[in-house]
């Protein structure tokens, strides 16, 4: 086992992920292959519905943060399993609509909706909005009456909290771009803004803190400050709040020296605070909504990779170079997120190479990991990456012209595409002049 139960190593020396040799899915599906194991993506959310309903009551509902992983595969899956989903942009929203996602679990999120994107989620009939700003509630506002309806909304508000993460994804601090702060004053004012609005219904609020935290720490910290706001709220204004949505960002173990965050004893703990201060404060227990996005996809994950060259530069460093990089992958360039790698086909061997492992792009940042222990590789072996399933495929890009790979799902013992491989007509098909020089 490395890392996850679902990641082994076979009789013949190769890496397997849910009980498939990767090697002959490399043979199989070519290089690079984002590869998912449904049954582990479909447990988290299981864990996710049965701890949200048991710790926080019935009416709890985890949402799938789409932005983790978005295909129509991955919507259908969560649309089985009772989740509600997090989208972000109407990308995700019409993806969402096409595979017929049950619009009222869907929570619509995003720190600049424009006028465009609010009305097509209320078209689609969205469940909810979490309104960021001021100028986004006064459009939805306008909107909702023009249509005779009234928007559901949560207030997304900013706690002022440092939950001890990297920086870019870092986002209840004061000054963070998203939401309203409760220290300045403007998240009252944007409730008393919304109760004015007939066309706007506000059920409660957001918050969310940040991504890739191992402690409960900063959640009980947010889940106080935001208890104590919606107590405020109620007491002052008399407003009828039901509903508070505490975001994501629980942890996922990427490399052995990470910690396994216990998903269920972090939801409990969470609950138990969050009942005792609504008890201390006051208020009656709201829906709790969870959006959870890494800790349902990311676990799930793998990606082969073919090596091309094994450079040594004696004294300094070994380079070994695989057929994707940041393209596929650009979490080590953006924020040098830390991973596990080996060779597939040379699974059971002793990692006796430390190496920097660079992608194909034209540009010396292109890494996908550094002082990575390997082992020792040549030219045509598979080079795997583990727990890759989410803030991966979703965000791929066609950097240097490269075709993003496919997605390849994994249940029980058999695999199959569900998201393919960009050609280079799909990249050509963008460009509206004709390929053809004329002179
Ligand atoms: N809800 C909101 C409002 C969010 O902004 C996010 C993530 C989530 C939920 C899900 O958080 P999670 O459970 O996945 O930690 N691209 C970065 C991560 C950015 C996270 C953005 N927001 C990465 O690759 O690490």
Known sequence: MLLYPHFD??????LTVGGLDTVALAKEYGTPVNLLDENVVRAQMRLYLRCAKQYFGESALPLFASKALCCAEIYRIAAEEGMGIDCVSPGELYIADRVGFPASRIYFHGNNKTDADL?????????????????????????ALSRGTRARILLRITPGIDPHTHKAISTGGVDSKFGSPIMTGQAEAIVLHALACEGIDLQGFHCHIGSQIFDAEPFIEAAQIMVAFMADMTHKHGVRLHELNLGGGLGVRYTEKQPTLDVEGTIRTIAESVKALCA???????????????????????????????????????????????????????????????IANKADRCADLCATIAGRCCESGDLLGENMMLQTPARGDILAMLVTGAYQHSMASNYNKIPRPPLVMIKDGVSRVVVRRETYEDLLSYDVTDPVFTR
């Open 9 to 14: 190593i076979n009789d013949q020396g190769h």
């Open 119 to 143: 009305a097509q989620a209320l078209d689609m009939g969205v469940g909810t909005f979490v309104v960021d700003n001021v100028e986004e509630l006064d459009s939805l506002h306008a909107q």
């Open 280 to 342: 201390q404060n006051g208020i009656a227990m709201p829906r709790v909504i969870l959006e959870p996005g890494r800790s349902i996809v990311a676990a799930a994950g793998a990606t082969l990779y073919t090596v091309g060259s094994v450079k040594r530069i004696p004294g300094f460093k070994n380079y070994v170079s695989v057929d994707g990089g940041m393209p596929d992958n650009p979490r080590y360039a953006l924020y040098g997120s830390p991973y596990t790698a080996l």
